[in-house]
């Protein structure tokens, strides 16, 4: 559920990547430390207005990136109404799209230059025992960069297995996906290399 920066320009867009960051990881940890449904649900609704501030636009923008969560949402809630917990189903369902659409918010108004700068400062202590940081700092960004664009063509794949089969999609797609993301990472690897590899 990792976004893209948003092409709709928001007053967040200017806010430094560090302090975003770090309120979402205390949003995190207040969401896993209450079991309130009134509590997480009001929070839902708290993020939904967040993103209706810059307007029904940016709303519809990042609505849309929710909704691979919905599947999940499903299985959990029919989980717990089957074992009579239908309470705990809510909590849990909202707690995930808060938390998914809160971490989207930040990605969607902070440049991945400005995320990978702040993994740089942290792990700045590391360096000093010696420890090539670099390779870190790389991996998030090429996490942060390639999750939607994979989640992207694996819908794609779905989509065309139904167009040529009444069927619904299930492992038959796993191989042709599998090769895409080959293909993706020596492609990734060779501009790596074409731009001097990760020596510094």
């Known amino acids: 559920m990792i976004s893209l920066t948003s092409p709709i320009k928001t007053r967040a867009h200017g806010w430094r990547a560090g302090p975003k960051l770090l309120a979402l990881c205390v949003a995190t940890m207040v969401l896993f430390s209450q079991n309130s449904l009134a509590f997480h649900a009001i929070v839902f609704v708290v993020v939904m207005g967040l993103y209706t501030l810059p307007g029904l636009t940016f709303l519809r923008f990042g609505t849309r990136r929710l909704r691979g969560l ?113 293909d993706d990472a020596e492609y990734v690897a060779d501009a790596i290399k074409a731009r001097g590899g990760l020596e510094r």
Do not use: C, Y
């Not at 989509?159 to 040529?164: G, M």
């Open 70 to 182: 919905w599947p999940f949402v499903t299985v959990v809630l029919i989980w717990h109404f089957v074992t009579d917990d239908t309470i705990a189903g809510a909590v849990i369902s909202l707690r995930l799209l808060s938390a998914v659409a809160l971490a989207n918010l930040v990605t969607l108004t902070t440049k991945l230059s400005d995320m990978t700068d702040v993994v740089r400062f942290l792990t700045t202590p590391l360096r000093r025992f010696g420890l090539q940081t670099l390779f870190l700092e790389l991996g998030v960004a090429l996490v942060v960069r390639f999750t939607p664009v994979l989640t992207h063509k694996g819908a794609q794949l779905s989509d065309a297995w139904r167009a040529r089969s009444h069927k619904r999609p299930k492992w038959h797609v796993l191989v042709p996906f599998a090769v895409l993301v080959i």
